[in-house]
C-alpha cells in the first residue's frame, strides 16, 4: 500500500508492517507481470517497477500511468499524454500513440484483450480501441 511518498509492505494475514520504502509521489500501484508498479498520474510523474521480495525499483521511466494494463510483451499505460506501451523488464517506452490519436488528456481505463488496447475517455464519454502492432 502507499501513503503519499511510502510504500508499505505488510503480512497478509495480521496486516502488520513487514517494511517501507520512500518513494517518490506515488497515487497508484498495481500488481502484473511478476512486480509491483508505482506511478503518478501527474504528467511526466514517473512510474517504476519494483521487485516485491526486496523492495527495490528495478525500472523506471518518466511516464505517467492513470491506469496499467498488461500483456505479454508489454505493459501498457493510460498516460496524459495517450496510450504508451513500456519494455515489462526495463521500463523503456516502447510505443507511444499518435498525438493526433490521442482523444484527450484525461485516458482513465485502459484494457488489454488479445492484440487490442481498450482506453476509456470518461471526460468524453468515449472508448478508443487500437491495434496491437508488432
Known sequence: ???GMTLSKLD???????ASTLLPLVTDIW???GALWAASDQPDGGVLRIDPSSGCVV???TSDAIQIAF???AVWLSAAAGPTALDPNTGVIRATTAPSSVLSGDGA???VVGNEVWVCYADLGKLQRLQ???
Not at 497478509?12 to 513487514?18: A, F, I, W
Open 109 to 111: 481505463g485502459i484494457a
Open 1 to 3: 500500500m502507499t501513503s
Open 71 to 73: 500483456s505479454p510483451a
Open 132 to 134: 496491437i502492432i508488432g
Open 59 to 61: 525500472a523506471q521511466t
Open 12 to 18: 497478509p494475514t495480521s496486516l502488520s508492517l513487514r
Open 31 to 33: 500488481f502484473g507481470d
